[in-house]
């Protein structure tokens, strides 16, 4: 019997290939607590803690108990294993897409061949169907888990399009780039990668400007200038451009001094298992 459990996205758990509806919200916070660690013992305090927060019934163990017994019936008699540490789920790291997931990201981090990254990279970021726990009611796993996997997609995503960079791969990564700085306009590196894949296709203007969009964004919003990095990036840009302006036999219409001039601003200065440690300790005693 196999049992897929899929959290990127809304929740979808089949067996044998066959979809299993959970339709009760408590129901489906247990099977993804018990999903993010698998093989591995989960405390009733951790469960617990995803279930109900700060606001435990009286009878939480016994709760939990029902909803174990729930998911065996849904799922399987052997799927859901009882030991003194807790309940685990007895299914293999690869039938849990986001543990999967992170596992290839975490192996990308020591890769050393950047096709071989980037093709498993490729397939992790496909792995997404939407926000992690989507259609699950937990305030645990939606800011705390959920955070933790966005973030991680995140870097993973920025690393593909490095790879993609440094391989002069531009076809339609500018469209891409222009969409994520405007769906995570404070995330500086994709402002950076957008600045360098218009220099890699001529587009230094354009690359100008979107530093300037970036450095009145941050001004504005958290009153800081871009990082180093970003800067190091205009400045190449800005040297560039500069010598293309030099080259020219005519010149340009515009003054490019207008596209690179700084905007004066009074701001101006220089994967271990996630459920097995609450945030904070609950003696089951309580209950």
Known sequence: MTVQIDL?????VSVDGRPVPLTAARLRAVLVVLALCPGEPVSLARM???VWGDDPPGNARRALQVYVTRLRNALGRGVIRTGTAGYALAVAPEQVDAVRFARLVEVDARETDPEAERTRLVEALAMWRGDPFDDVRSTWLNEVEATRLA????AALERRVELDLNR???TGLVAELRALTRRYP???RFWSQLMTALE???QRADALLA???LYRLLAREIGIEPSSGVQEVHRRVLGEASRDSSR???PAPHSLAALITVPSSPFFSSAACPARTPPRARDTNDW
Do not use: C, F, K
């Open 48 to 50: 617990a803690d995803a």
């Open 248 to 250: 020219s036999a005519s």
């Open 200 to 202: 890699h296709t001529g």
């Open 211 to 213: 530093y300037q969009r």
């Open 8 to 12: 990127l996205g809304p929740l979808v």
């Open 151 to 154: 973030d991680l997609r995140l």
């Open 168 to 170: 002069r791969r531009t």
């Open 186 to 188: 404070l995330r500086e």
